[in-house]
């Protein structure tokens, strides 16, 4: 049975984890584990929810338990699913999270898909998603940027105030984008993107239609990529040709990695916490792939 202890492993996993030589620490946001459930995982009909799910901490309260334990590494939101939070306290809350830390925040949003959720949560129906997460952006922007502040949106309205603190220095906007509206959206609002590792073809596919579509766009400035993958740890696995992308031994991941790297994303961030029973076990396997990875060049 797995076991984690909050107060206790996030601070000595995030120590570790900086310790090592990793870059940054990262989390992800589910509400809620529908029981039975209503609708499969990412919406996909029979597609069951992990058990991991069943207990996922709140987001930036785990964040501000790293930041607490560290020093260096930043500390990004892959992703937090943007129509459940207030926008204006959520942009207050990261920029305090950011003045803390001493400017190591990384705000990945998303839209979501879990309907539970957004019953339960959201601050706007599931078909005006894009819309909330628009919003979000732009109040964002506002209380992150000078006094006086002020904003008037379809939630949001914000006299000129002087809103505080700020963070200490411009918060990296970074959304999950795959359908071709939020690419058009992440190009013309955001500062990088946030794909999921399903495969370094449909990766670098991915990457080179973003492109394009920013040059289409105008866009100048670069985006940055942090590519989410999800490992599954475990015996070597059978090379017969089933076998997912970041499955197995620790050489297979380091492989897969290794297949992504070469599509010439700025980051790789790995989520490896699904299979080792308690935090020392993911200290372990953290460490052994973090040095294998290295030792291959990544």
């Known amino acids: 049975m797995r076991q984690y202890d909050l107060g206790k492993d996030v601070p000595d996993v995030a120590r570790a984890a900086e ?101 339960a949560a959201s601050v706007r129906p599931f078909a005006e998603r894009g819309q909330a997460l628009d919003e979000l952006i732009a109040v964002c922007r506002a209380v992150w940027g000078p006094d006086p502040v002020a904003y008037k949106g379809h939630l949001t309205r914000i ?55 920013a040059a289409e766009r105008g866009r100048t400035e670069p985006i940055r990529t942090v590519l989410r993958i999800n490992a599954e740890y475990g015996e070597e696995a059978p090379a017969d040709g089933r076998r997912r992308p970041f499955q197995g031994s620790v050489d297979q991941i380091v492989a897969d990695l290794a297949e992504h790297a070469e599509i010439g994303l700025d980051e790789i961030l790995l989520d490896l916490q699904a299979s080792p029973r308690d935090a020392e076990e993911l200290k372990d396997l953290a460490a052994e792939v973090y040095e294998k990875a290295r030792a291959a060049g990544i």
């Open 19 to 119: 310790r090592t030589g990793y870059d940054s620490l990262w989390v992800f946001e589910r509400a809620l584990f529908p029981e039975p459930a209503t609708q499969g995982l990412y919406g996909i009909e029979g597609l069951p929810w992990p058990d991991a799910y069943r207990s996922v901490a709140e987001p930036l309260v785990t964040l501000t338990l790293a930041a607490a334990a560290t020093e260096r590494v930043r500390l990004g939101t892959s992703v937090l699913v943007a129509p459940l939070h207030v926008p204006f306290q959520l942009a207050k809350s990261l920029a305090t999270l950011d003045a803390a830390s001493g400017g190591r925040v990384i705000a990945g949003f998303g839209t979501g898909w879990s309907h539970d959720e957004y019953a």
């Open 159 to 213: 006299a000129p105030a002087v809103v505080g603190p700020k963070p200490a220095r411009p918060i990296p906007i970074m959304l999950a984008a795959s359908s071709a509206r939020a690419r058009r959206r992440l190009v013309d609002h955001a500062d990088g993107w946030l794909p999921v590792g399903t495969g370094a073809e449909a990766v670098a596919r991915e990457w080179r239609q973003l492109r394009e579509l």
